[in-house]
């Protein structure tokens, strides 16, 4: 049973969509209508105003969840149901699964790099990119997620994406990184085989027309590719996000709270990303953890694991991964401190 069905609650998935939409267009057709490279300062003000937005929602969340619950008389007619624990317990699995997602989102963080490093993109274009991207992961995100308020109906496929997590955390753990050459990423190449390439950047223009052929840019090209990757990390991301609360509502806006501040994240961390570097550990233990959630220890506590025990140890693993990072820094970073 669902605490919120997707027709009675259509209102709220329309207003939630519009505000983004608004949010995003404000965001492009205002405040970086101008192409410019996004200093430090100010991704950092970006970033707080998208958590911030976030939190707000969070708490407006509350406030709707609990007046649904008081004035729904088929759930108070339930045993033992409180409005008010339903409510609290609603909002933390938003938090948690806005922290979550959060937390996953750094992995595309490096991908970014890589790809603008490749594609020589300069700076002032990168927000473009990445604006159209959140666009396209988006409505990849909401597909994905309609798609799994089904899947997850079925107690096999919990099981399966639960031990699928727990795998894909084992593996990140032992995954050694370095340095990767798209030159031979078969999207890539797909990409080039499909579409007559412009291999010069012209200004922000994704497309140009050059003796009356249409061409794409490395700009399109670094789109393209950061979409597919994103729909490759939406399948760890989703199912750990399910894992947390079977409430379709409840993993789209904290899904999509937390891919709006990935463009101000990436533009404050990608400086200092590689000081972090064992914060792929962290990552791993939050993938494993809800791995294990979904195949294993709700069984243990009435088919729902203590959302407050989840988000207490998913703020452990990722802020403890990050603190040792810097109390123990790579050996060449270590070696550039000043004495």
């Keep these: 049973m669902t605490l919120f069905p997707f ?3 259509l209102p709220l998935y329309i207003g939630f969509t519009v505000l983004v939409l608004v949010v995003l267009l404000l965001d492009l057709g205002v405040f970086h209508r101008k192409p410019h490279e996004v200093k430090f300062k100010e991704a950092a003000l970006w970033s707080l105003f998208w958590v911030a937005l976030a939190l707000v929602f969070n708490a407006f969340f509350y406030w709707y969840a609990l007046r649904h619950f008081e004035s729904n008389p088929d759930l108070l007619a339930l045993p033992g149901f409180d409005p008010k624990a339903a409510a609290k317990q609603s909002a933390l699995e938003f938090l948690t699964g806005y922290v979550v997602e959060k937390s996953l989102a750094v992995d ?6 890589t790809v603008f490093s490749y ?3 300069p700076a002032k ?3 473009r990119i990445l604006f159209y991207g959140i666009i396209g992961a988006l409505i990849f995100r909401a597909i994905f ?10 107690h096999a496929v919990v099981i399966f994406f639960g031990v699928f997590l727990i795998v894909t955390g ?3 753990m032992f995954t050694e990184e370095g340095d990767k050459d798209l030159s031979q990423n078969m999207v890539i190449k797909l990409i080039r085989r499909i579409f007559p390439v412009h291999h010069k950047i012209e200004g922000p223009h994704f497309f140009v027309r050059h003796g009356g052929k249409l061409l794409v840019t490395p700009l399109f090209i670094s789109l393209i590719f950061l979409e597919f990757t994103d729909i490759i990390f939406a399948v760890d991301s989703v199912p750990a996000i399910f894992a947390l609360t079977k409430e379709p ?7 999509i709270c937390a891919i709006l501040g990935l463009r101000a994240m990436y533009f404050m961390l990608a400086g200092v990303s590689d000081r972090f570097h064992l914060l792929k550990y962290g990552l791993a233990l939050v993938l494993i953890f809800v791995g294990l959630k979904m195949a294993w220890l709700n069984t243990f506590f009435d088919g729902k694991f203590p ?3 989840s988000l207490i140890l998913i703020a452990l693993f990722i802020g403890g991964s990050i603190a040792i990072s810097l109390m123990f820094p790579k050996k060449e970073h270590a070696d550039n401190q000043p004495s």
């Excluded at 997620?145 to 079925?154: C, D, H, Q, V, W």
């Excluded at 509502?249 to 899904?255: A, H, K």
């Design 170 to 172: 084992i593996k990140l």
């Design 119 to 121: 594609f020589a993109i």
């Design 108 to 113: 595309n963080l490096f991908v970014f790099i």
């Design 7 to 9: 027709m009675d609650h």
């Design 125 to 127: 274009y990168q927000h």
């Design 249 to 255: 509502l409840i993993v789209f806006t904290s899904n």
């Design 307 to 309: 959302i407050s025990w």
């Design 145 to 154: 997620i309609a798609l799994g308020s089904y899947l997850m109906e079925f």
